[in-house]
Structure formats: structure tokens, C-alpha cells
DNA sequence: CTTGTACTAGAGTGATCGCTCTAGCAAAGG
DNA sequence: CCTTTGCTAGAGCGATCACTCTAGTACAAG
């Protein structure tokens, strides 16, 4: 496989960082030393700076992980409690895997900047857009009524939200299974 | 009423500036200059510097917000879904009324430093515990079976938690109206 | 070939970071 | 009175921050 070009290796570098430390705690020069770019490389492709990297990260790290959205409510499912239950365990399973760093991509980034940086902050509110504006279609696809499913998605996102935020904190999944019970009573009461 | 110590003022302002811009974007010169302190008085109080002024901060927020769970689910709450409805709806005013700013006191944090400082993480686990503790008896005060409390809690915090970051991010309460009524499903689901 | 464009490369900038240090002040104990 | 203790006060430290600048390289167009 190709080596992925110097804009994109400081995209990714950028996100990995963001999704681990967040946005002030990652520094310019740890970025491009991860990526292997040179420094001015960076200034070329984002003359706006750390922020308009930044903000590539944040949607394009966010929009990639929406893919997930699909993935596990795509068109083979056919039981959307049993879709409910393997993306939660799924979610579950990648922060034990990487040691509780892998969760949000932007969750961290969205409460840095939210008062703070308006650029940024509407960036990551894209993102969240594009994630319930998918998870709703996928609902609808699967039985959820069309008035319910932006609801449902929204809940469904801020359980998994909540849940990454405590289990990070306690570095335990204990939240994530709660998380996952709650979410599928819901699934339930709106498919009933 | 008699201006507080430096020490609480310290620890006060450290708070005020955690809870907008997190744990990296706080300067020590920013947290001196709103405490209206000596900068050589911070490390006079808090000889391990940034970390034990933040440690204390995340500490003593952490657990004044989570003398709220006992203000709604109190002794003299008769019904429990009510109580609930209060609660999300309360969460939702404070959120509009200060230009969504005021939020999870320890949550950008919380983010900011699980995998990367073990000692904060600490203090944000133990203040998320706390909540979840204090939430778990006044729901069996309130008529939730014991082994149903501790998730019960942890699920309606998640929903907060989930709901202040898309709130914060959209500059919206309606995320806070969903998680309020997934919640409030919840807990009519567990009383019944 | 020459020229122009896109990109690489990193030394160097001023500003700000968390923090250390010394000096001085106020009140209590003898 | 004098000394001690707890705290105030801020100048100044090295390190690191995001960023700018100049120079060099690779390659396509003419």
C-alpha cells in the first residue's frame, strides 16, 4: 500500500493526538514528528495553522467514524435490538483494546472549544449532524417511526457519549454495558 | 458577607475556568489573575503546583455539583419522573441562561486527562462516583429496586453528560429534551 | 533547455508556558 | 520589645508554544 500523502499523514497524526489528549495539550511539533512531515510541509497545506488542521481533523476523523453508523445498522441487519447490543459491546471492546484511549475522536476537542473557538466548535457540531442525521435513516430503515428515529439517534449518541466519558474516567466498561442496557429499552419501547 | 480565603478563591476560579476552556487551556496566570491572588500565594497553597490547585478544583466542584442530585431527589420528592423532568429541565436552563458555558464542572477535563495524567483521573473518577452513589440511594429512597439503583444512575448521568456535549457543540437545548425523555422513559420503565 | 509551481526542509522569531526565588508584611507568642 | 510563622508579592527563569522566513528540491509545461 501506498504511503499516504504528507496532507494526509498529518490529518491522521492530527486526530490520533485529538482523540487521546485533545486539542490544547497537542502540540504542533508532535504532530508533524508523528506524521513525518517536515514543519513548513504543515504551513504549506494549512496556512491558517494549528486551527485549520485542526478543524480537517475534527471532520475528517468525525465523518470517518460515523462509517461505523452503517456499519453496524446497515442494510443486513435485521434485528435492531441485536444491532443496539453489538455496537455498544463493539464500543466497549475498542476502549479495553486500546487501553481506554480509544473512544470519541472529537468529544474531547467539542468541550475544549465549545465557548472557546467558534470555528472549531462548528466543525464538531457538523460532525454530530452528520452522525444523527445517519443513525436516523438507518433507524427509520428498521422499523423505528420517522418522528421518533432523530430522537432515538441522539439518545442513543449521548449514552455512548456518557458512557466513554465515565469509563475513561474509572478506566472500566461497567458504564458502556449500563449504557447499552438503557439504549436497548429504548430500542424496544419505540419498535413496540 | 466576608470575602473568601485565597486558597477558595483559588480553588474557585481554577473551577470557573476548568468548566469553559478545560484543564490545557488554563493558564495559572489566568487562575491568579481572576482570584484576584498573588501569584506567589498559588504555590504557597498548592506547593505541587497546576496539578494539586486542579486536583482540588476538580474535587471541591465536582462534589458541590453533586449536592444537586440531592437538592432534586431529595426527601420531599413524591414523584420520582417528575423529579427527572425537573432535573434535565433545570440542566437545560442553566445551559441557556449563561450562553452555554456552564456545564459539566469536571467533564472537558475529565476527557482531557484520562489517558494522559493518572492523578487527575483519579479525582474525576472519584467525583463521578460520588454522583453515581448519592443518585443510587435517593432512587431506592424513591421507591427503585436497590440492584436497578447504581444503573439507573449511572444512566441518567451519561444522558447528561452525553447531552451537555451536544448541547454545547450545537448551541442547542434539544439534545437535552431527548436525553430528558429517554430518561424519563427509564425510570417510569424501573418503577413499574 | 528554461521557467514556474508545488512542496520539502528546518533554523529562528517573539510570546507565553509553569514554576522558582527572594523579599517583605501582618499577627501571634514569648 | 523581638522572633517566628503564615502568607503576600512579583521579578525573573528556562522551556516550550504556534508560527514565519528563507532556501532548496522535484517535476511538469512550454
Redesign the interface.
Known amino acids: 500500500m501506498a504511503k499516504p500523502t504528507t496532507r494526509d499523514r498529518l490529518v491522521g497524526a492530527t486526530a490520533e493526538l485529538f482523540r487521546?489528549?485533545?486539542?490544547?495539550?497537542t502540540s504542533v511539533k508532535a504532530i508533524v514528528e508523528r506524521a513525518e512531515a517536515p514543519f513548513g510541509s504543515m504551513y504549506h497545506h494549512f496556512p491558517g495553522g494549528k486551527e485549520e488542521l485542526g478543524a480537517a481533523a475534527i471532520t475528517t476523523s468525525g465523518l470517518a467514524y460515523g462509517d461505523l453508523i452503517d456499519l453496524f445498522f446497515g442494510d443486513d441487519v435485521t434485528d435492531l435490538v441485536e444491532a443496539t447490543n453489538a455496537f455498544f459491546a463493539g464500543a466497549a471492546w475498542t476502549l479495553t483494546e486500546s487501553?481506554?484511549?480509544d473512544a470519541c475522536p472529537i468529544?474531547?476537542v467539542?468541550?475544549?472549544v465549545?465557548?472557546?473557538n467558534e470555528d472549531l466548535?462548528r466543525a464538531?457540531?457538523t460532525v454530530?449532524?452528520d452522525w444523527i442525521t445517519r443513525a436516523s435513516a438507518r433507524f427509520v430503515q428498521h422499523g423505528i417511526a420517522p418522528d421518533q428515529a432523530?430522537?432515538l439517534a441522539?439518545?442513543l449518541?449521548?449514552?455512548?457519549?456518557?458512557?466513554f466519558?465515565?469509563c475513561?474516567?474509572?478506566?472500566t466498561t461497567?458504564?458502556m454495558a449500563?449504557?447499552q442496557?438503557?439504549a436497548v429499552?429504548?430500542v424496544s419501547?419505540l419498535l413496540a
Chains 1, 2 share one sequence.
Open positions: 487521546v489528549s485533545g486539542y490544547h495539550a487501553d481506554y484511549a468529544a474531547t467539542a468541550l475544549e465549545a465557548s472557546t466548535r464538531t457540531s454530530f449532524d432523530p430522537r441522539r439518545g449518541i449521548m449514552l455512548l457519549e456518557g458512557a466519558l465515565l475513561r474516567a474509572g478506566r461497567e458504564p449500563d449504557a442496557a438503557v429499552a429504548e419501547r
